[in-house]
């Protein structure tokens, strides 16, 4: 057998079609032999009726009246009533014949007949008579006094009728299992048709067409649900994969410049005449581009860290309000310098349990970020609150806002909304921003409206509280 004939064997479309051509043509065969036996028992039963009926008879006129009397009442009723379509056989208990009766222009009955002893209920059997070979169906039943009477009836015609029978119903069979063969390969195709459709589509992924699909069939099945399922996990698949690969090429675009700045330093000093001067300008350039580029492969694994949980945080008493003071006298200069007016709207003590270190991160990268995408004339405004079991922190400003479009990604790692790159910026603040929110059991939202400013709200567990708000 070749490999391919073997895999069609053993291929779940083969299996199903034979499972399925089973069931319909076992199904359709057992309806045939019901019709048939049904059939025959309706035919066979109305001679075998009257033949019982006819030797029940003749045992109670034996019974009255002796062999002898019987023998005379079958002749007299030979003679007077048309009843000779019978063969008839009267025998005496050590085996003469006492009567012998064909139907006219037939052969007589053999001498001796296969049925040994007959008992007194009544037993049948069939004898092929004469050089036609007619079928005979015989009854027979032994008499009270001794002897044996036999009856029989030329079957022939009925049984050719049932014999014919049998061949429509065998020359049926054949197109049925046909029928049956066809249907059950449909089926199967049809139900595998998404299991199908889901090779090909991992197939073609596999030759690297991301964007093929499972067709969706519409059907409200299990097999659909899968497809779409399937689906929905290729569409996540592409999106990671497209953000890993812009993340990619963010961080090799951002550690390209410094890069090649420390290479531009270091051939600047290979090129210098040994001037002190010039070879130290070169080292301080080169220990600030590497500096660049450390401070964004750290931030980079800081994210990593708190993400997954693994970041140690120095866990502490900590007042929100004091270090929002802080970060705002260390961004006050900036912002005068942008003539931005920077301010907290005071507040009592709040006290959270925190890495304070970590926190001032997440709030000057706020203030950092505020500040920076908020022109001239502007203003940046800090509130907080205790709300419920949380504090909650908001950064306002007046600056150009957010598209509704760049909102969902803009805690992706290394995604700047800033396409022209015009500011500043690694587009790694806001990662650092939630991933040490959520290192801490907080979280963090924003509202937009661009053009007009953005709001940049946090939540802490408050220390004596127990979990925080929902945002
Ligand atoms: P970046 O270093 O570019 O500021 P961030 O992760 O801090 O990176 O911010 C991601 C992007 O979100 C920024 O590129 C900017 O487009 C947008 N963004 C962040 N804060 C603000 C803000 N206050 N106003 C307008 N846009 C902002």
Redesign the pocket.
């Known amino acids: 057998m070749s490999l391919r004939s073997r895999a069609l064997f053993r291929s779940t479309t083969f299996r199903l079609t034979v499972r399925y051509s089973l069931i319909f043509i076992s199904s359709a065969l057992i309806l045939f032999l019901l019709a048939y036996s049904l059939l025959s028992d309706a035919v066979r039963e109305g001679d075998r009726v009257s033949m019982a009926q006819k030797l029940r008879e003749y045992a109670s006129i034996n019974q009255k009246k002796g062999l002898a009397g019987l023998v005379e009442f079958i002749r007299v009723e030979r003679e007077n009533y048309d009843y000779d379509e019978y063969y008839l056989r009267v025998e005496g208990p050590d085996g003469t014949h006492l009567l012998d009766l064909s139907p006219p222009d037939q052969q007589a009955l053999p001498d001796k007949l296969p049925m040994d002893l007959p008992g007194p209920s009544i037993q049948w059997f069939f004898l092929t008579e004469g050089k036609d070979g007619d079928l005979l169906e015989m009854a027979c039943r032994s008499l009270p006094g001794g002897g044996v009477v036999y009856m029989g009836k030329d079957a022939s015609d009925r049984e050719q009728l049932l014999k014919q029978f049998r061949v429509i119903f065998a020359g049926i069979m054949a197109p049925v299992a046909l029928i049956g063969l066809t249907a059950g390969f449909i089926m199967a195709r049809r139900m595998l048709k998404p299991i199908q459709d889901l090779i090909d589509t991992v197939q073609a992924i596999d030759t690297g067409r991301m964007d093929v699909r499972v067709p969706d069939e519409g059907a409200d099945d299990e097999l659909n649900e899968l497809a779409r399922l399937f689906n929905a996990m290729l569409d996540k698949i592409k999106s990671l994969i497209s953000g890993m690969r812009e993340a990619l090429d963010n961080v090799g675009h951002d550690l390209r410049t410094p890069a090649t700045r420390t290479l531009a330093a270091v051939e600047m000093a290979v090129a210098t005449k040994n001037d002190p001067e010039e070879l130290r300008e070169a080292l301080l350039d080169c220990a600030e581009e590497t500096r660049r580029m450390v401070n964004m492969l750290g931030i980079l694994m800081d994210i990593s860290e708190a993400e997954t949980g693994a970041m140690r945080l120095h866990l502490g008493p900590t007042d929100i309000t004091e270090l929002i003071a802080e970060t705002i006298d260390l961004y006050q200069y900036a912002a005068e310098e942008k003539n931005v007016t920077l301010r907290a709207v005071p507040e009592g003590q709040l006290p959270v349990v925190a890495d304070a270190d970590r926190l001032r991160q997440v709030l000057a990268?706020?203030l950092?970020?505020?500040v920076?995408?908020?022109p001239s004339g502007g203003q940046v405004e800090i509130t907080a609150a205790r709300v419920g079991t949380a504090v909650r922190v908001c950064?306002a400003?007046t600056?150009?806002?957010?598209s509704p479009e760049?909102i969902p990604r803009?805690?992706d790692r290394l995604?700047?909304?800033?396409k022209s790159r015009s500011?500043?910026?690694?587009?790694?603040?806001?990662?650092l921003?939630r991933a040490v929110l959520y290192a801490h059991g907080g979280g963090i939202e924003v509202e937009?409206t661009p053009g007009a400013?953005?709001r940049?709200i946090f939540t802490l567990p408050a220390a004596d509280g127990l979990a925080p708000t929902p945002l």
């Open positions: 990268n706020l950092d970020n505020a920076k995408y908020t950064v400003d600056g150009e806002g957010i760049d803009i805690f995604y700047r909304a800033d500011k500043r910026g690694l587009g790694l603040g806001l990662s921003v937009s400013g953005s940049f």
